[in-house]
């Protein structure tokens, strides 16, 4: 191990897979980086792996080491399954601290848990800093997206070592600060529900080329290799296509083709529906993309049904690949455009003032969901929108004009041949709504009003009106 008494510029705790690879970043960006883990054994073996960055680490088994291995004020950067191990690395971690440390969660929290954590770490003299880390291992190691929330002396602290280890867009590190207490961790949530529903869409698109058109993988996958090209171009698609075109070693069969079809899932995805509903937005096509993951574990019922629901197709399905890209577009920006909806209202709940075109922009490398849009979104963000909405703005409305057509027709023919298009349809139905100035919610109200009471407001008059409904029979 290395001389204890050169202080560190940084702890990190946890070295599983992102701890280690975030440690190794910020070795690689000339910091020295106290490391230290909840199984002691894994530390050694860390520092001496690491090569000619060896030098750059002080590994300490115990709490109060590792604490004073740290120059002051410290930041120390926990990278911890989320939830109750949190807390209680919180708990045994603040008595070794002095007012003006941070400790920053790098994990998928809770946002919820991050205000509470925050809140109570703040009385201490200590800062809480909830930060999204997005990019995955390779990012964490090589560049991620980070989105920080915290205090702003916590951000004057990390910044120069978190805009040092974070991705670039053309220079610009995919970093900020994006409002106090959770706002970084909501806006990693959001990231994710974004996440699930482009890759539900990029599925649905793969299932309709797979079984409606029998296209092999290999086929699929280069057809997403060359949609690389335009305005689909990222890392989900490059993703998707390196899959789809990798062999199994094992059978010489498309690796995709051996893989049961029941997809994991953490809870992010989950927990931006919640807060969608109680801000009281609808995010349909990660409603989709969630949903669907849950069917896809429910294998067993599936199998039962599939000879027992009559397909009753009702025509054959047209995979044109030019639809098919654009439908996948249109769908990607309806879904970010959700995104964004809910960053906004939490905005206002939590009193956040979140800058959509920075969140925009650090979304533009090293994140999951990086894509050629993100860079037209900041700048659509960048403009004065209408009703502040994103797909009003002219660049966007441009792309959707261009796009919305392909996805009526790949929809519309996914659902006369049989085959579900959960996040397509909801994406569709979704901007069909949004685009409609007189809705069909007036029956809803007189329905309400009809049974319970509950009034309407008319459209010629002002207050609340209750209709002379006529009685119905009832049994
Ligand atoms: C990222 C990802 C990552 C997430 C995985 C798995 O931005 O790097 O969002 O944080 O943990 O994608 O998520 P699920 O297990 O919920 O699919």
């Known amino acids: 191990m290395n001389d204890r008494k050169t202080s560190a510029d940084i702890g990190v705790f946890g070295l599983g897979t992102m701890g280690s690879a975030l440690a190794l970043n910020l070795a690689d960006h000339g910091f020295k980086v106290a490391v230290s883990n909840k199984e002691a054994d894994w530390i050694e073996p860390f520092v001496q792996n690491a090569g000619k960055l060896e030098a750059q680490f002080i590994g300490a088994a115990d709490l109060a080491d590792f604490v004073s291995a740290i120059s002051r004020p410290r930041s120390i950067l926990f990278m911890i399954p989320s939830g109750a191990p ?9 008595p070794h601290l002095e007012p003006g440390d ?6 998928n929290a809770d946002f919820h848990d991050t205000r509470r954590r925050s809140a109570a770490i703040e009385k201490t003299g200590c800062h809480f800093v909830g ?44 970093v900020d600060h994006l409002g106090p207490d959770g706002a970084g961790h909501f806006v990693k949530t959001v990231h994710n529900g974004i996440e699930y529903a482009d890759m539900q869409i990029i ?26 090209t335009g305005p689909l171009s990222s890392y989900l698609i490059e993703v998707s296509a390196a899959a789809l075109q990798t062999v199994d070693a094992e059978t010489g069969r498309p690796l995709v083709d051996v893989i049961f079809d029941q997809a994991g899932q953490k809870g ?18 990660i409603e989709a993309a969630v949903g669907a993951r849950g069917w896809s574990s429910e294998k067993a019922s599936r199998l039962i049904a599939e000879p027992l629901l009559a397909s009753d197709a009702q025509a054959t399905l047209v995979a044109d690949p030019a639809d098919l890209e654009y439908a996948l577009l249109a769908a990607r920006i309806i879904s970010h455009a959700q995104g964004f909806r809910i960053l906004a209202a939490a905005s206002d709940e939590f009193a956040w003032d979140l800058d959509m075109a920075r969140i925009s922009e650090i979304w533009r490398a090293g994140c999951i969901i990086r894509s050629a849009l993100l860079d037209d979104f900041a700048n659509a963000f960048r403009t004065d929108l209408p009703a502040g909405e994103l797909i009003l703005a002219p660049a966007i409305r441009d792309l959707l004009d261009g796009s919305i057509g392909a996805l009526r027709r790949v929809v519309a023919s996914a659902v ?57 029979a009832t049994n």
């Open 86 to 94: 949190m807390d209680a690395m919180i708990d045994a971690i603040l």
């Open 102 to 107: 941070t400790i920053i969660d790098g994990g």
């Open 131 to 174: 930060m999204g880390v997005s990019g995955g291992a390779d990012g964490a190691r090589h560049g991620p997206s980070l989105m920080v929330g915290g205090t702003k002396e916590s951000w004057q602290q990390l910044r120069p070592m978190v805009e040092a280890i974070a991705a670039k867009f053309e220079g610009d590190p995919c």
């Open 203 to 228: 599925a649905e698109v793969y299932g309709i080329l797979r079984d409606a058109d029998g296209q092999t993988a290999q086929d699929i996958g280069s057809l997403f290799e060359s949609w690389q």
């Open 268 to 285: 992010t995805g989950r927990w931006t529906l919640i807060e969608a509903l109680k801000v009281g937005q609808s995010a349909s096509t």
């Open 416 to 472: 006369l041949s049989g085959v579900a298009v959960p996040a397509l349809s909801a994406s569709l139905a979704w901007y069909d709504t949004i685009r409609r100035g007189r809705g069909t919610a007036n029956l809803i109200q007189a329905q309400r009003d009809f049974f319970g009471s509950h009034g309407f407001a008319r459209l010629d008059q002002d207050g609340q009106h209750h209709g002379d409904w006529k009685a119905i």
